[in-house]
């Protein structure tokens, strides 16, 4: 079975239950300033969970494009990976544990044809100093799934994690965790809720490899244990109370599912083989093997630092991002030039190294068509990343003889060439100990690297794609201020011009546009003037829900490289039949443009730059 079959099967398997299919969000967050990436499948959907009605309806299903940064180091085991997929379905205030968990495990047990034997399931045990019950029932529903496959499943009560590796197995197939493992809410733990904040308890699936346990990680193995035997491949999240303002919990008036599911770990456990990168990223090895003449077991932890970070990297570049010193683009970079150093231990790098672009894009264009048709431009970005690599590496490894010189590598040192230089830890380490030097400040560096990483994810909060900085009125203002000057600069400039990126706070707007040159001072000049001429129209700004295909057909204005469901919400300046300007948005946004005169405010372009190549910005201002 392949990624792309088990990836249909899940998908056909919850829309024959009622679910609508839902496209995959960008990785790049639209609208979310609290991290740089999407990194979990369940991230675009929270403001449905927590009560906004669905386009698509009260059950949706998909697969969610993923990437966790801070798994890169992790990887070259063979378990993490920094790109994923996850499969979800969620229940909007529809069905609950009675449907959901005989769902998952039909799907693994009878569509994937996971032995039930292998399967392990975790459960809630309750909080009694927050009165917070057992989950009873999803034990009890698990018991008669099992005993439906003619399995026994004996329940334990584990406790802590810490508890599961003095207590083990027990013969047990239920294990009851505390709220650190089988909770979810936004803030964590019962105790760490506020009030109105919502949450439940969580049932885990896993899947067991047998293989002999690691005692390094304690004295017996429990399914929540680190040694690899067992690999979770599900979660089922039951989002049934609210934290009261007493302190007390209740019941949600609606109870969501959401349902998370490693496509990557399922198909680790379909395949029965524990290395993630062989069950999931056989096309790349291949291709590396051929290009290096090199074979994968005698170069693992390279050939696995390759294909993951390269995967990674092309679905990244194929949602808009770009190598840079920051952001997003920091990222890419580091994913690169530390793929870019592997490969030239494999002796393939400055050989056909970007090519390893296509065997990627073959696993997936039939899910996302979108690469195949960038194709030859990610290609071109990773083929200049690492010609840029290899000079920053000549100028590095002078200065990292001047620190080895010394007779250390100060934190501050491994800092600089990390961040300014793009060297990957690993040489470092590896060029100070050919010369002998084994004074590293390793833990100084990572800790300037978080500190790096954390300034960088503030400064995303005020500059992430599609971005409000919040929803106070004077960021409204100026977020309907943007729809109009997108329209004016295509009036002006031409109909080919479209956003390529934005950010709108209280003080300002911004916008990024494809334009090949400068505009003059009279370009300018008429597209205040038309700005400032619809301002002064008040006219009516509305929201309309429609299905997708009525949308393009009226025109309206979409994020770049970004899918939609077949419902979309559209806002447009003036009604429909005769709108100015027609965008697919989420609000909000005011209700007639003449509010955007308060205080006699004028819409004036501050600043009219180069971004990159082919693409502007206009800072603007209402003064």
């Known amino acids: 079975m392949t990624l792309n079959e088990v990836r249909t099967k899940y998908l056909e398997f919850y829309k024959a239950r009622g679910h609508a299919i839902i496209p995959s969000s960008s990785l790049v967050p639209q609208n979310d300033p609290t991290t740089l990436f999407t990194g979990s499948g ?21 697969s969610q494009k993923c990437f966790r940064s801070m798994d890169i180091e992790e990887v070259g085991d063979n378990r993490h990976t920094t790109f994923f997929e996850m499969l979800g379905n969620w229940s909007l205030g529809d069905y609950f544990k009675q449907e959901q968990l005989p769902w998952i495990f039909e799907f693994l047990t009878d569509e994937i044809g996971l032995d039930p034997e292998k399967l392990f399931v975790t459960a809630f045990i309750g909080d009694e100093k927050n009165n917070v019950p057992k989950d009873v029932e999803a034990g009890e529903i698990w018991q008669k799934l099992f005993a439906g496959k003619n399995i026994d499943a004996k329940i334990v009560d584990i406790g802590s994690e810490e508890d599961g590796y003095q207590k083990g197995m027990q013969g047990g197939r239920i294990f009851y965790y505390e709220a650190k493992k089988n909770w979810w809410s936004r803030a964590g733990t019962p105790d760490k809720m ?11 699936v896993f899947y067991d490899f047998g293989t002999p346990h690691d005692t390094k990680w304690g004295p017996e193995c429990h399914p929540n244990c680190d040694c690899g035997r067992f690999l979770e491949i599900g979660n089922s999240v039951f989002m049934q109370y609210i934290k009261k303002e007493d302190g007390t919990f ?69 949602d808009g991002v770009r190598p840079s010193a920051s952001d997003q683009g920091y990222y890419v970079r580091r994913l690169i030039r530390r793929s870019v150093r592997y490969a030239d231990k494999l002796g393939i790098a ?25 194709i030859e431009m990610i290609e071109s970005t990773i083929s200049t990343e690492e010609e840029k690599f290899h000079k920053s590496l000549s100028r590095g490894m002078k200065e990292l003889e001047r620190f080895i010189g010394v007779g250390t590598v100060s934190a501050e040192d491994a800092f600089q060439l990390v961040t300014t230089f793009g060297f990957p830890l690993e040489l470092i380490i590896e060029e100070a100990g ?4 084994k004074q590293i400040d390793i833990e100084g560096f990572k800790e300037l690297l978080k500190q790096h990483q954390d300034l960088s994810r503030s400064g995303s909060e005020q500059k992430f794609k599609g971005g409000l900085a919040d929803t106070n009125e004077k960021t409204v203002r100026l977020h309907t201020a943007h729809h109009i000057l997108l329209k004016a600069l295509q009036v002006v400039l031409g109909p080919e011009v479209h956003q390529r990126g934005s950010n709108i706070t209280q003080e300002r707007l911004r916008i990024d546009f494809n334009y090949g040159q400068k505009m003059t001072d009279e370009q300018k000049k008429e597209v205040e003037r038309i700005v400032n001429e619809k301002i002064q129209e008040d006219i009516p700004v509305i929201r309309t829900e429609m299905s997708l295909e009525e949308a393009d057909k009226l025109g309206a204005e979409h994020e770049f490289g970004a899918k939609y469901p077949e419902r979309v919400s559209v806002y447009s300046v003036g009604p429909l039949d005769s709108a100015f300007s027609i965008e697919f948005c989420g609000g909000p946004h005011v209700e007639h443009t003449g509010e955007l005169l308060k205080s006699g ?11 990159s190549a082919g693409v502007r910005r206009i800072k603007a201002v209402l003064e």
Do not use: C, T
Not at 434 to 437: S, T
């Open 250 to 318: 209740g019941l949600l008036p609606k109870q969501n599912v959401d349902f998370g599911g490693g496509l990557e770990r399922i198909m680790m456990a379909a395949s029965g083989n524990p290395d993630i990168i062989l069950a999931n990223h056989g096309p790349i090895v291949e291709y590396l093997e051929k290009i290096s003449g090199k074979k994968y077991e005698d170069n693992i932890r390279a050939f696995r630092i390759i294909a993951d970070h390269m995967k990674a990297a092309v679905f990244l570049i194929g």
């Open 434 to 437: 050919e010369k002998g030097i």
């Open 194 to 204: 506020p009030a109105g904040e919502p949450g439940g308890p969580d049932s885990e």
């Open 42 to 62: 369940m991230q675009p959907l929270v403001p449905y969970l927590l009560g906004k009605n669905h386009p698509a309806g009260s059950r949706v299903v998909d």
């Open 350 to 374: 400055q050989s056909g190294f970007a090519n390893v672009v296509k065997p990627i894009v073959a696993m997936y264009k039939d899910q996302y068509p979108e690469l195949n048709e960038k």
């Open 601 to 611: 405010a004028r819409f004036k372009i501050q600043k009219e730059e180069a971004v």
